[in-house]
């Protein structure tokens, strides 16, 4: 490849600063450009210079503007490769080559999207069998801006192979090998997820500005990083006392020694691992936590042993307000509490430990495993992380607020998809919303409203794909309520736009792990759907889906579309799990249901007028097991609109 230097960061705020030829960093050697669409290429050079393109036998020229930006169009071209690019001015030239005429997805969202293939189920033998030169991949580098790019750091395109498929997008990979085998023609990843991202953080202010749930963020939103640190400030104060405008300077953290010292007004939250997903989001610096423990006259007779598992910063622990050990630990954290220290009854253990020096980027936050947190006594050994702790920051502590995705809306879109926009792209895959599922309510505008931005920003109504969340976390009902429930439904009442699509995976999640390794079968059912909707493939791409209920006495019967030729349970029994009946109490029971014909029929003893039925209403759908006769699940759903947990909790 004859590819100038790598751009600057100087270069990304202004381009007329980069006084030579350059051609933005989407194309490079091995990519793969949309068939059948107008051909953009797009660069900088000295202003008012002569460029020209030079592609499959077409000869382009123009001129760049008085700020060096150039542009030029190409005529379309249909599937094939490979061919050469070359691009010039009076003084040097760059030329691409093993370029691909194919089908271009965007790949976006968070960490279930940036899984890599190297993690997958049988990652082994998927990496072994990746022998798909059609399949190209590029991976957008993590950045964070305040205001949109014109590029991005260089990153190079890589052809599929045992040896660079271990790094690609895994969902995607999936996703574009059965595309590109049923249609015979390359595919082309272009990968911009980041893991734990909002989705706030992938939308234009100019879409923010026109939305009705986040308008008023963003004509507050800060510009720089220093505004956010101080807002982010605000945001944690409130956390912690319940008002930004509480005043920390008044605390002196010598009270909290005193054996009279009251923690009851302390925030919960189980300090193992990142604060950061724990509502404490980018803070960087030392915190307190503290828990009683009750000891018998016999468990206090001797030495007691303290084991308190991982931190790699500074510790300071405090029993009954005596300071007991302190020091700085690479190594699992093991000493002994003489006898003296501890009393009969209620003893306070707290506990001061700053940010974690290893692993790099960690933050605060305990680590290992909580079974190595304990306190052996006498007899017994008393594990210490079996629920939360009160915390608070040593706000008489340094610290500082970590440039982060979450921190402000915009932040990933104006680095990492803006400078994409002028390239053609059949459509968008996207898997995120488990870091959204607080704000699930809100979620029914934001979601949509992300979709119609970027294809405002791209000019074009391009087809949008995305994964239902899966299934994660407690097994929980309707009557303890469940906002990644709520989620996913706000994800399924996005399919009232045009050219969408939705993959359910309530049956291929892990309840204990938010990331199923079993991405084989997402990237195939989102293959399915754009088979189906974009390709206008004879097939199924879609599980049943909720069409509309009527009830004939105590039964409610439902009305399903995309049922192929049958429904059917996924159970051996072949009886039905997963429906909740209620009343108009609101109380909601478990139900049973039955399949007679193309229909489901609910009921229970208890509900003799049914106003509402549930499916799948949990975070954890795991007895969900309605079916179509392609195997494909039905998608969770609801037929009330009754108030739900994540109403009226916005971005801040």
Known sequence: ???????????????????????????????????????????????????????????????????????????SLPEGGPLTMKVSDADESVEFTDILMGEVWLCSGQSNMEWKVNRVDNAEEEIENANHPLIRHIEIPKALEFVPQFDFEDREWEVCSPETVGGFTAVGYFFARKLSAELGVPVGLVHSSWGGSHVETWISKEAMLDSEVLKDYAQNMPSNWEDSDAKMEKLTIKRFHGSKDFDIYNLNENDYLTPSYDFSSWTKIHPMYQWDWKGVPSFRGTVFIQKDIELTEEQISGVTEMNFGQCSGEMWFYINGRLVHQGYHEEPIHFKIQEGVLNIGK?????????????????????????????????????LMEEDWYARPSWQSSRKYKPWMNNEGTLCYNAMIAPLTNLSIKGALWYQGESNAGRASDYRKSFPLLIKDWRNQWGEEFPFYWVQLSSYGDFNDSNSGSDWAELREAQSMTLSLPKTGEAVTIDIGNPNDIHPTNKQDV????????????????????????????????????????????????????YLEGFEIAGADQKFHFANAEIVGNSVVVSHPEVKSPKAVRYGWSNSPIDANLYNSFDLPASPFRTDDWKGVTEGVHFE
């Open 1 to 75: 490849m004859k590819k100038l230097t790598p751009i600057v960061l100087l270069f990304l705020i202004c381009p007329s600063l980069y006084a030579q030829l350059k051609v933005a960093n989407i194309f490079g050697d091995h990519m793969v450009l949309q068939r059948n669409e107008p051909i953009k290429v797009w660069g900088w050079n000295d202003p008012k210079e002569k460029v020209s393109v030079e592609f499959n036998g077409q000869s382009v020229n123009t001129e760049s503007d008085a700020y060096g930006n150039w542009s030029i169009e190409l005529a």
């Open 347 to 383: 003893n306070s253990i707290l506990v001061k430990f700053s940010e974690n020096t290893n692993p790099e980027g960690w933050g605060v936050g305990l680590y290992g495993n909580r079974s190595n947190y304990n306190l052996k006594v006498i007899g017994k050994t008393i594990p």
């Open 523 to 574: 990237g195939l059912r989102l293959a399915l759907n754009a088979l189906m909707k974009t390709y206008a493939k004879p097939i199924m791409g879609s599980g049943p889906r909720y069409h509309s209920m009527k009830v004939k006495g105590n039964r409610a019967i439902l009305d399903f579309d995309y049922v192929g030729n049958y429904l059917k349970s996924s159970n051996k029994y072949g």
